[in-house]
């Protein structure tokens, strides 16, 4: 049963282009959870999908970023216009449909983004 | 709200001694409490979680934590430092009030031999 997986594992951009990270959950999974971790810090939420929907997005910038996860295929974390502030590395993470917030996230490997 | 303290940004053990990191929580509500540990460049891996059963969780790796209430902890532990256990580690906490967890910044373990 494969992991969450993530692509890609490194992306460099620079500053004013965009930058598109995909995210396939497990198998048997339809929460999806991107998170962003800065240098020395912790992880910070950014946004809750479900299939076709947007749950929470509360942590997302509000320009800028946009997230999908749609019917089929991966979901898709985008950042047009990209900053240097943008540097960081992004995580999926993923959980089953049922038990709720009791769930454990299973996370990718995460998308190392460098903007140059 | 829920929030997460982990004291100690930093902690230094030698091999075979006690390993002791340090989470106190913070929620409006009962808490579901998460151990992760990171490997350098690579993704979040779950040691051991708290949901409302046993208040002594035990891990995989040896690791175990103990949930106290009465001091909004959660304190992860191993009786004896291997030198793979150098990692960063991570505690979160959830509720049923939403479905993000809620991360600390993290403790980097540096086990001496």
């Known amino acids: 049963n494969a992991g969450v997986m993530q692509n890609p594992r490194h992306l460099v951009r620079r500053r004013g282009q965009e930058a598109r990270l995909r995210c396939s959950p497990m198998?048997?999974?339809?929460?999806v959870y991107w998170y962003r971790q800065l240098p020395e810090e912790g992880l910070k939420f950014m946004v809750y999908?479900?299939?076709?929907?947007?749950?929470?997005e509360s942590g997302m910038p509000k320009e800028r970023f946009s997230a999908e996860f749609p019917k089929e295929g991966p979901s898709i974390l985008r950042i047009q216009q990209v900053v240097r502030g943008d540097s960081a590395a992004y995580f999926c993470?993923?959980?089953?449909?049922?038990?709720?917030?009791?769930?454990?996230?299973?996370f990718g490997p995460g998308t190392r983004l460098t903007v140059l | 709200a829920q929030s997460v303290t982990q004291l100690g940004s930093h902690v230094s053990v030698s091999e075979g001694a006690l390993v002791l990191l340090r989470c106190n929580y913070s929620?409006?509500?009962?808490?579901?409490l998460f151990w992760y540990v990171q490997y350098p460049n690579q993704g979040l891996q779950l040691l051991l979680k708290y949901t409302s059963a046993a208040t002594l969780v035990k891990g995989i790796n040896g690791f175990e934590a103990e949930f106290k209430k009465s001091e909004t902890s959660f304190h992860l532990t191993k009786p004896s430092a291997h030198m793979s256990d150098a990692a960063e580690y991570f505690c979160?906490?959830?509720?049923?009030?939403?479905?993000?967890?809620?991360f600390g910044t993290g403790t980097s373990l540096t086990v001496i031999p």
């Open positions: 198998k048997g999974h339809s929460h």
């Open positions: 999908l479900q299939k076709e929907n947007i749950i929470d």
């Open positions: 929620s409006s509500v009962p808490p579901y």
């Open positions: 993470a993923s959980s089953p449909t049922s038990g709720g917030a009791r769930n454990e996230q299973f």
């Open positions: 979160a906490v959830s509720a049923n009030t939403g479905n993000q967890f809620y």
